[in-house]
């Protein structure tokens, strides 16, 4: 028993990671109605922006492994990639506002590769230690064990989430957002500047993808620019199952993800699954929700008009 | 003063016009036959081309940097030395990114553009089964320094390499875990997508339990993945004395991290692919009083071993590891034939190669056995304080 609830939160941790990289996901597409496949690949952005910071802090500032020292980095990276995020947004998407959607899908794809080789050419290709900023501590109970950086995450996790929620639901800026959402042309009618509405959406998404990409490397310290691929994947199903455009149902769907892929590794050989399977288990999820319920868990459902 | 704007010289008719054409393609084709006489003069010309494919960057880069530095070291001495047969040794290294595909792609340049005597190359096993079909067919001698998988030299009688096998590796380490550090419960966690992996824990667990051990648990992951709490967390319910993980650094160093977070607090023991520094950078603390089989350790007191330990500090500012050596023993395994055969011919070249015996390379003493492969003892190490050191010699 307890090593099924032992497995239980090591699901969760891992699928608070997925969690927090798909709410930046989400609320992309919740406000522009598009999937930013390059949201991975902010997230290897962000990770390696921490490893560059926290190195140059740790080594020639000589500050000490520390909650401070996590806050100031974590901050940093996020400023460096909500202006990635904007300088993106400004050169490739803007261009193609009124192209058909299909253009700027295929443009998110050329701009996830462009930032993977970039990271090859300028990071190099070789995996890169990331260094420890906070002090390594494992907490024990009752035969569970726990370390204080996945209770991090999952503090963060909920924290982001709640914190989302109420730019988007209490601020005048995400009155406008949700307005853009509902209809642009509408929106630029009374008033609201929607490229202001848009670069800002950005920037706050790929803050969060810097944000999941700090945590996951404090987690898992091995970083290389082609880091993000998979997470991406796994994010953007995780939107997709909690209904894509959701805030919570990005938390959800990516909690479920990150247990369901534990658990088949876990307890696979029981039922005769090899763990080699777990990424599959993320496309199994995406295949199962769209025949069931398109929309996503808590998504909701659309009515077509002809 | 007002110039005149200058006009460039046309060419009026069409048939000055096609014989300029004429003459382009002409002076084209032959530039490309200079250029190509000048490259694939091959053993004729003033140096003997040696191809070497090898991993610079990618996931596996720290071990390719490391045989590529190896090979170079031993190449430049045997120059500065006068080279050999009277020529200069000319080194062609291409990188195949550690992916999939690159590395016959890069022997296939090497021998067709380049054409090279033989080729040098590549550490991991699943590279190396990519590119020796290719070397056999165009009859050309590859010397693998350090793919440990059996299947490598069984693709033909022109493929060797200075390293031992997975099953002696995976024997090794299973006699180590009985004998010397009486451990008889031993869980397994290997890497399904490295033939390596599977191969080193396949020869493990055969000798471990015919030797009254037993598995207490197996498990597996997939390289490039991160987080193996699920795989541990099943091995700890299985309480094992030791856990065998014959991975990759990038991965092990991750694995030793996760175990220590669980409370999982035996040892952990594995292959060659542990060895680099980055596995100490990544597991921290975590790896401390872990152990490994390797090819060779600079605690060596040999003047071979310490001879070049020095010159290779001397060159590149830092230890040399297990890659760095098997690549200089590759290279001079190849120069050592080359001076016997009296040429680079082929086949002469192949023969001396196979002939092989009681070569003293820095990983010990090498003798090519009738299965193109190396006789020689394993080195068992252990990590302290951020460092590999020397715990026992461990014979076939």
Same mark, same amino acid.
């Given at each position: 028993?307890?090593?099924?609830?032992?497995?239980?939160?090591?699901?969760?941790?891992?699928?608070?990671?997925?969690?927090?990289?798909?709410?930046?996901?989400?609320?992309?597409?919740?406000?522009?109605?598009?999937?930013?496949?390059?949201?991975?690949?902010?997230?290897?952005?962000?990770?390696?922006?921490?490893?560059?910071?926290?190195?140059?802090?740790?080594?020639?500032?000589?500050?000490?492994?520390?909650?401070?020292?996590?806050?100031?980095?974590?901050?940093?990276?996020?400023?460096?990639?909500?202006?990635?995020?904007?300088?993106?947004?400004?050169?490739?998407?803007?261009?193609?506002?009124?192209?058909?959607?299909?253009?700027?899908?295929?443009?998110?794809?050329? +701009?996830?590769?462009?930032?993977?080789?970039?990271?090859?050419?300028?990071?190099?290709?070789?995996?890169?230690?990331?260094?420890?900023?906070?002090?390594?501590?494992?907490?024990?109970?009752?035969?569970?064990?726990?370390?204080?950086?996945?209770?991090?995450?999952?503090?963060?996790?909920?924290?982001?989430?709640?914190?989302?929620?109420?730019?988007?639901?209490?601020?005048?800026?995400?009155?406008?957002?949700?307005?853009?959402?509902?209809?642009?042309?509408?929106?630029?009618? +009374?008033?609201?500047?929607?490229?202001?509405?848009?670069?800002?959406?950005?920037?706050?998404?790929?803050?969060?993808?810097?944000?999941?990409?700090?945590?996951?490397?404090?987690?898992?310290?091995?970083?290389?620019?082609?880091?993000?691929?998979?997470?991406?994947?796994?994010?953007?199903?995780?939107?997709?199952?909690?209904?894509?455009?959701?805030?919570?149902?990005?938390?959800?769907?990516?909690?479920?993800?990150?247990?369901?892929?534990?658990?088949?590794?876990?307890?696979?050989?029981?039922?005769?699954?090899?763990?080699?399977?777990?990424?599959?288990?993320?496309?199994?999820?995406?295949?199962?929700?769209?025949?069931?319920?398109?929309?996503?868990?808590?998504?909701?459902?659309? +009515?077509?008009?002809? | 003063?007002?110039?005149?704007?200058?006009?460039?010289?046309?060419?009026?008719?069409?048939?000055?016009?096609?014989?300029?054409?004429?003459?382009?393609?002409?002076?084209?084709?032959?530039?490309?036959?200079?250029?190509?006489?000048?490259?694939?003069?091959?053993?004729?010309?003033?140096?003997?081309?040696?191809?070497?494919?090898?991993?610079?960057?990618?996931?596996?880069?720290?071990?390719?940097?490391?045989?590529?530095?190896?090979?170079?070291?031993?190449?430049?001495?045997?120059?500065?030395?006068?080279?050999?047969?009277?020529?200069?040794?000319?080194?062609?290294?291409?990188?195949?990114?550690?992916?999939?595909?690159?590395?016959?792609?890069?022997?296939?340049?090497?021998?067709?553009?380049?054409?090279?005597?033989?080729?040098?190359?590549?550490?991991?096993?699943?590279?190396?089964?990519?590119?020796?079909?290719?070397?056999?067919?165009?009859?050309?001698?590859?010397?693998?320094?350090?793919?440990?998988?059996?299947?490598?030299?069984?693709?033909?009688?022109?493929?060797?390499?200075?390293?031992?096998?997975?099953?002696?590796?995976?024997?090794?380490?299973?006699?180590?875990?009985?004998?010397?550090?009486?451990?008889?419960?031993?869980?397994?966690?290997?890497?399904?997508?490295?033939?390596?992996?599977?191969?080193?824990?396949?020869?493990?667990?055969?000798?471990?339990?015919?030797?009254?051990?037993?598995?207490?648990?197996?498990?597996?992951?997939?390289?490039?993945?991160?987080?193996?709490?699920?795989?541990?967390?099943?091995?700890?319910?299985?309480?094992?004395?030791?856990?065998?993980?014959?991975?990759?650094?990038?991965?092990?160093?991750?694995?030793?991290?996760?175990?220590?977070?669980?409370?999982?607090?035996?040892?952990?023991?594995?292959?060659?692919?542990?060895?680099?520094?980055?596995?100490?950078?990544?597991?921290?603390?975590?790896?401390?009083?872990?152990?490994?089989?390797?090819?060779?350790?600079?605690?060596?007191?040999?003047?071979?071993?310490?001879?070049?330990?020095?010159?290779?500090?001397?060159?590149?500012?830092?230890?040399?590891?297990?890659?760095?050596?098997?690549?200089?023993?590759?290279?001079?395994?190849?120069?050592?034939?080359?001076?016997?055969?009296?040429?680079?011919?082929?086949?002469?070249?192949?023969?001396?190669?196979?002939?092989?015996?009681?070569?003293?390379?820095?990983?010990?003493?090498?003798?090519?056995?009738?299965?193109?492969?190396?006789?020689?003892?394993?080195?068992?190490?252990?990590?302290?304080?951020?460092?590999?050191?020397?715990?026992?010699?461990?014979?076939?």
């Amino acid at each position: 028993m307890s090593e099924f609830i032992q497995q239980l939160i090591n699901g969760l941790s891992l699928g608070s990671i997925y969690a927090l990289i798909a709410l930046g996901y989400t609320m992309i597409y919740g406000v522009l109605r598009f999937i930013n496949f390059a949201h991975g690949d902010v997230y290897m952005v962000g990770a390696f922006s921490g490893y560059y910071l926290g190195g140059w802090l740790i080594n020639s500032m000589g500050m000490q492994s520390s909650v401070l020292l996590l806050v100031v980095v974590m901050v940093g990276a996020m400023i460096i990639c909500a202006l990635t995020g904007l300088v993106i947004e400004r050169l490739a998407y803007r261009p193609l506002r009124n192209s058909p959607r299909l253009t700027v899908l295929i443009t998110a794809i050329g +701009v996830s590769l462009f930032l993977e080789y970039s990271g090859q050419v300028f990071f190099g290709a070789d995996p890169k230690p990331f260094p420890s900023l906070i002090p390594d501590r494992t907490i024990t109970y009752g035969g569970l064990t726990f370390t204080n950086k996945e209770l991090i995450v999952l503090c963060v996790t909920v924290f982001l989430l709640i914190g989302l929620t109420f730019i988007v639901r209490k601020t005048k800026m995400g009155m406008a957002m949700r307005a853009l959402s509902f209809n642009s042309t509408a929106c630029s009618l +009374v008033g609201i500047n929607n490229n202001v509405i848009i670069s800002f959406t950005f920037g706050l998404g790929s803050a969060l993808a810097a944000a999941a990409g700090i945590l996951s490397s404090l987690n898992y310290p091995v970083i290389t620019p082609l880091m993000g691929l998979l997470p991406g994947i796994k994010a953007f199903v995780a939107a997709v199952l909690g209904g894509i455009g959701n805030i919570p149902g990005a938390a959800l769907g990516g909690l479920i993800l990150g247990v369901a892929e534990t658990m088949i590794v876990g307890y696979g050989d029981k039922i005769h699954v090899p763990p080699s399977y777990r990424d599959a288990v993320a496309f199994v999820l995406l295949i199962g929700i769209l025949l069931f319920k398109p929309s996503g868990i808590l998504g909701k459902g659309t +009515v077509e008009k002809v | 003063m007002r110039s005149e704007p200058i006009m460039a010289p046309r060419i009026s008719s069409v048939g000055s016009l096609r014989l300029v054409r004429q003459l382009g393609a002409l002076s084209c084709a032959a530039l490309f036959l200079l250029s190509a006489c000048e490259k694939g003069g091959g053993a004729s010309g003033n140096s003997i081309p040696v191809g070497e494919y090898a991993s610079l960057t990618g996931l596996t880069a720290s071990f390719g940097t490391s045989s590529h530095n190896g090979v170079v070291l031993q190449i430049d001495k045997a120059n500065t030395a006068g080279g050999v047969l009277g020529k200069k040794i000319n080194l062609i290294t291409e990188d195949d990114q550690s992916k999939p595909g690159e590395a016959a792609t890069a022997v296939r340049k090497l021998i067709s553009r380049d054409q090279v005597v033989a080729l040098l190359g590549e550490i991991a096993s699943s590279r190396s089964l990519e590119a020796a079909p290719i070397a056999q067919q165009s009859k050309i001698p590859m010397i693998t320094p350090g793919s440990t998988n059996v299947k490598v030299t069984t693709i033909g009688d022109y493929i060797f390499r200075v390293c031992f096998i997975d099953p002696f590796q995976g024997e090794v380490m299973a006699k180590f875990a009985l004998n010397s550090l009486h451990k008889t419960k031993v869980a397994v966690l290997t890497d399904v997508r490295q033939d390596y992996s599977v191969g080193l824990a396949a020869a493990f667990k055969d000798y471990f339990t015919k030797h009254g051990g037993t598995i207490v648990a197996e498990q597996s992951y997939s390289s490039g993945d991160q987080d193996f709490k699920a795989q541990l967390t099943s091995i700890k319910g299985s309480n094992p004395e030791a856990i065998f993980v014959p991975g990759y650094y990038n991965e092990v160093g991750l694995i030793a991290r996760q175990a220590k977070e669980l409370g999982i607090n035996v040892p952990l023991m594995g292959g060659d692919g542990w060895d680099s520094p980055t596995l100490t950078q990544i597991g921290g603390h975590a790896i401390e009083g872990d152990y490994f089989s390797n090819h060779f350790s600079t605690d060596d007191k040999s003047p071979v071993v310490q001879g070049f330990v020095k010159n290779y500090r001397q060159r590149y500012s830092k230890d040399p590891d297990a890659m760095a050596a098997l690549g200089y023993d590759a290279a001079g395994v190849l120069l050592d034939a080359m001076k016997r055969a009296g040429t680079t011919e082929h086949e002469k070249l192949r023969d001396a190669i196979a002939a092989t015996k009681n070569y003293e390379g820095v990983t010990g003493t090498i003798t090519i056995n009738a299965q193109r492969n190396a006789t020689k003892s394993a080195k068992i190490l252990t990590i302290k304080d951020g460092k590999f050191h020397f715990v026992e010699t461990i014979a076939p």
